[in-house]
């Protein structure tokens, strides 16, 4: 046996602990104040907002009142809920939080169930792009502070496609489901493509109901069930269900979508390149299909400023109409930051002025903020070196 000294197997948890102080320093640099969250949470808030696919998620434990708990499986939401316990909820304020979060891997998945994550928060400034482009900045330097340097960013505009739905004027039920399919990264052709009818009958009865006025279809809906003596089932109504019978037939027979409004939605998302090429064609866009767009690409434009005075180079970043992250509580600017290549990112973040108000404000406060993923620092921390 050789003199030599046996390999030291803490050393993967030392750097990422390096890692993780180094970026917190950055963060206590730039303003951030420290906030560590309990790391026990009601695990109602997040399956309110992530429904019960998550629960299979989180590592689960009740208290001796009943009360269901988890790990902390993210920091946004108990950051969140943190400052709207203190008497400044609603006013200006930076949070900076780093530690570990737990999610479970799912169907037998391989994989370790905690993970280190650090990340920045920063509610109730009005000035929304410079706090967007703070934000952003000050996670990307955190990032190369800790070893993370060169990543490719790729951003988006929830607001914006927004502001594009509404001049679309879809259906209700066809606006949510380009909605839903956008977050879930899903094709425009997979989003207006009319779900598989279950059975001749339902066939039958959602055809029907397709060509004759809403509200004569909700009434024999309504009819057919109290002639049949259907009690409504999980706390709906005969209202409800009629509802959602109309809806049904809406996607079927795709009522509501003309090939024009089709077409547009096709050329809007498909839209992408640097911050001010793609304003460019968004503008002409909406010129060319008359939609008023101007405050929302007026904010792009002022984002995408404030982005460029930190001395971020625009050129190097893509913007995709098409581009969402996996979380329905975004509500404006969004963006991920991943080594080339990769596809899992490094960062993610984005603006969430309406998620503060479903957990007990009073009213919508702005809220922005970003995460890092020290175990996924690595691979980005070699591509830096390379480049």
């Keep these: 046996m050789t003199a030599d000294k046996a390999p030291d197997r803490q050393a993967p948890e030392r750097i990422a602990a390096d890692r993780l102080a180094a970026i917190l320093a950055h963060f206590e640099r730039a303003g951030f104040t420290r906030h560590e969250p309990r790391l026990l949470q009601p695990a109602g808030v997040f399956l309110d907002r992530s429904g019960e696919d998550f629960r299979g998620h989180l590592y689960l434990t009740t208290d001796a009142s009943g009360a269901e708990l ?5 920091y946004t939401i108990p950051v969140c809920l943190d400052y709207l316990a203190t008497p400044q909820a609603g006013e200006a304020a930076a949070f900076a939080y780093g530690g570990s979060i737990f999610r479970a891997p799912l169907h037998g998945a391989s994989g370790e169930g905690e993970f280190l994550q650090a990340g920045i928060e920063s509610f109730g400034r009005d000035d929304r792009e410079a706090a967007d482009a703070e934000i952003l900045g000050a996670a990307l330097d955190a990032a190369a502070a800790g070893g993370a340097k060169g990543l490719s960013v790729r951003i988006g505009d929830a607001g914006l496609v927004s502001a594009f739905l509404d001049g679309l004027d879809l259906p209700p039920v066809w ?21 598989n009818r279950r059975g ?5 009865v959602l055809a029907a109901l397709a060509k004759v006025d809403s ?19 999980g706390g709906r109504s005969a209202a409800e269900i009629a509802e959602r019978f109309l809806d049904q037939a809406t996607l079927t027979e795709g009522a ?8 547009l939605a096709e050329a809007f998302f498909a839209i992408e390149g640097a911050p001010d090429i793609a304003s460019a064609a968004l503008r002409k866009l909406a010129e060319d299909a008359k939609l008023d767009l101007t405050a929302a690409l007026d904010s792009f434009d002022t984002r995408a400023s404030f982005i460029a ?37 490094v960062i993610g973040g984005g603006r969430y002025d309406r998620l503060l108000k479903t957990l007990g404000a009073k009213a919508d406060i702005p809220a922005v903020g970003a995460a890092i993923w020290i175990d996924r620092i690595a691979g980005a921390a070699r591509a830096g070196d390379a480049a």
């Excluded at 988890?70 to 993210?74: A, D, G, K």
């Excluded at 509200?215 to 089932?233: K, S």
């Excluded at 509501?256 to 077409?263: D, I, T």
């Excluded at 001395?311 to 963006?335: C, I, K, Q, T």
Aim: charged share 25%; net charge neutral; with cysteine.
């Design 70 to 74: 988890c790990l902390r499986p993210e």
């Design 175 to 195: 606006r949510r489901r380009v909605e839903s399919g956008h977050a879930r990264a899903q094709s425009i052709a997979e989003i207006f493509t009319p779900p």
């Design 200 to 204: 001749a009958e339902q066939s039958g």
């Design 215 to 233: 509200a004569d279809a909700r009434r024999l809906v309504e009819d057919l069930l109290a002639i049949a003596g259907i009690t409504p089932v």
């Design 256 to 263: 509501g979508v003309s090939a024009e409004k089709r077409a």
């Design 309 to 345: 005075a930190r001395g971020l180079n625009l050129d190097d970043m893509v913007f995709s109409a098409s581009f969402a992250r996996h979380l329905d509580y975004y509500s404006g600017f969004v963006f991920e930051a991943r080594r080339a290549g990769e596809s899992a990112p």
